[in-house]
Structure formats: structure tokens, C-alpha cells
């Protein structure tokens, strides 16, 4: 029986680990990515990897945006969205929560909403909201927010949705947070089917005509077979994931979302994440988390977590 301090540890480093696994093969086609037994944390020799000056081993934005939101969480006992925004600028400009302190990756809505919260603009309302503005870098960084939380399901949803707003302020992106947050919430209590417990639950908190409830019907479709390509679209790195947990084991899960191809560390760490509150940290293969950089600034946010739900 895997408990419940496994599974957390199994989510944050669940996700560190699947960014790490996919950064050497971003922006790859699918099938320019190597057959399954060879993706590893260190690519094939020859494998052409578009940062090809990282250590294998280090977790890129989706990494470092995950800690930046667990450490505001539990220096400040509650979602602040402003402080959460200052450490995202902190983050860009500086590097806090990166390994070696060095950003390589920062999607297109982050930097335009990181350039409005230095203007002045409040956290709550930086995040473009248009329809374009659909990336999954909110999406990418909310596990931690499912795994601190300890109040309602409604109270989660709408935390989400806050969170989101900091960098992605479309409707759609808060809802997949939304989604994923109840997804991770179910997986964590081993519940039987967690992803259409989660869709049932995040239905009757939306209401039957709410527009957020048209987003998770229209645009979402949660009851639909997984599918999808591995692009940075938030709904098809949603169901991306969705399809990767298709197969299996850890292991197999962030393999799979990696041999969709494009945008391959955030799908394997949405997936992995989701994979690793399932199965707990013993999941994760020993080879992975030993070559892991930057343990020393996760493992003091884990600690703190766990002892958070003594």
C-alpha cells in the first residue's frame, strides 16, 4: 500500500524528474525522437538537442516555476498570488529555483506577463486572456498547489483558477488547472477512476451553465477517449498526459509523453507528476532520480510539505 507521504514525494519529484527526462529532446517532431528504450536522461550520441548546453539532469521553467509556487505556499500558509509573482520575477531575472540559478526556457505568455508584473501590473491580472493565450505554463507548475492543499474542492478549483492568472488569464487555462488540481486530489486518495471523478466533481462545482463549465464541455471534453500530440496548447498537453498515463508505469508514462514529440518536458512532467502521486516515489526509477540535479533546493520544500499534513 503506497502512502500518502510516497505519493507526494512521488508528485513534486515525479514532475522534476519527467521535465528533466524530456528537456534533451524539446522541439523535436515525433518522429525524430529516439525509440523508447533509448530515451534516457542523456540522449543518443548524435541526437541533436536544442540546449545542448544543459547537464542532463536539469528540470527547465516548468521545474523551477513548480518549486517557486510550493515555497510561496508554505512561507505564506496560503496562495498569494502577488508574492507567487514576485518569485516568478525572481526566478527570470535571477534564476530562483533553477539549477545553477541559469533559466534556458521561458514560454511566450510567462515573459509577457513576468514584463507586466514588472511594470507594476498586480499578479492577479498580469496573465494575457486571449484566446491565443492558451500555452500550458500554468498548467506545467500546479501540481503542488493539489498536493498542499487541504480545504474543499471548490476552494482548490478556485485557487487554480487564481494561480493561473498570474501568467495565463484565458478561462481555459484556469480551468485545466482546475482539472489537473482535482485530478492529482483524486490520485492522491487512490480513488478508483481519479480523471472522471475529477471531471464529475469540477462539473457540479462549475454549474450547469457557468462559462467555465462551457470550457470543460466545449473545449476540454474530459469524457472524450485521451488523445494528443505533445504541443504546448494547455487542452492538448492536458490530454496529452491523459493519453501517456495510458501506459503504465512510471517509467512507460513519461516515455510515452516524450514519444509524442514537441513539447516534451512539460508534457512527461504533467504526466509524471500525475504518474508519480499514483504510484509513489518507489516508482521512480533509481537511475533518474540519482542523476536528478538540484535535490538540495527540492528536497527542504518536501520536507516541509510532509510535515505540513502531521
Request: proline share 6%.
Amino acid at each position: 500500500m503506497t502512502s500518502i507521504d510516497e505519493r507526494i514525494q512521488g508528485g513534486i519529484y515525479g514532475l522534476l524528474v519527467g521535465d528533466a527526462l524530456g528537456v534533451p529532446y524539446e522541439f523535436h517532431g515525433a518522429a525524430d525522437i529516439p525509440p523508447l528504450d533509448q530515451i534516457e536522461m542523456a540522449p543518443p550520441a548524435g541526437f541533436h538537442r536544442v540546449h545542448g548546453s544543459v547537464p542532463p539532469g536539469t528540470w527547465s521553467d516548468d521545474g523551477a516555476q513548480a518549486l517557486a509556487l510550493l515555497a510561496s505556499l508554505l512561507e505564506c500558509g496560503r496562495l498569494d498570488v502577488d508574492d507567487f509573482g514576485r518569485r516568478l520575477v525572481a526566478w527570470y531575472v535571477r534564476g530562483y529555483m533553477a539549477v545553477d540559478n541559469r533559466v534556458f526556457d521561458v514560454g511566450i505568455q510567462t515573459s509577457q506577463a513576468i514584463s507586466a508584473l514588472q511594470r507594476g501590473v498586480p499578479a492577479s491580472q498580469a496573465g494575457p486572456a486571449g484566446e491565443r493565450a492558451n500555452g500550458n505554463g500554468s498548467l506545467m507548475r500546479v501540481l503542488p498547489l493539489a498536493l498542499w492543499h487541504q480545504g474543499s474542492d471548490a476552494d482548490l478549483v478556485a485557487a487554480a483558477h487564481s494561480q493561473s492568472a498570474v501568467t495565463h488569464g484565458h478561462l481555459r487555462s484556469q480551468v485545466c488547472c482546475a482539472l489537473y488540481c482535482l485530478w492529482a486530489r483524486r490520485s492522491l486518495t487512490a480513488a478508483a477512476d481519479p480523471w472522471s471523478e475529477a471531471a464529475a466533481a469540477l462539473r457540479q462545482i462549475y454549474g450547469p451553465d457557468s462559462p467555465a463549465r462551457a470550457e470543460l464541455d466545449a473545449q476540454i471534453r474530459p469524457d472524450d477517449p485521451p488523445s494528443g500530440t505533445g504541443s504546448g496548447y494547455v487542452v492538448d498537453c492536458l490530454n496529452s498526459a491523459r493519453l501517456a498515463l495510458t501506459a503504465g508505469a512510471y517509467e512507460a508514462t513519461v516515455k510515452a509523453a516524450i514519444a509524442l514529440g514537441n513539447d516534451t518536458d512539460t508534457t512527461a512532467c504533467v504526466a509524471g507528476g500525475i504518474a508519480g502521486v499514483q504510484q509513489g516515489i518507489a516508482a521512480i526509477p533509481a537511475r533518474w532520480l540519482d542523476v536528478l540535479r538540484g535535490k538540495e533546493i527540492v528536497q527542504p520544500l518536501v520536507e516541509q510539505l510532509l510535515d505540513r499534513r502531521v
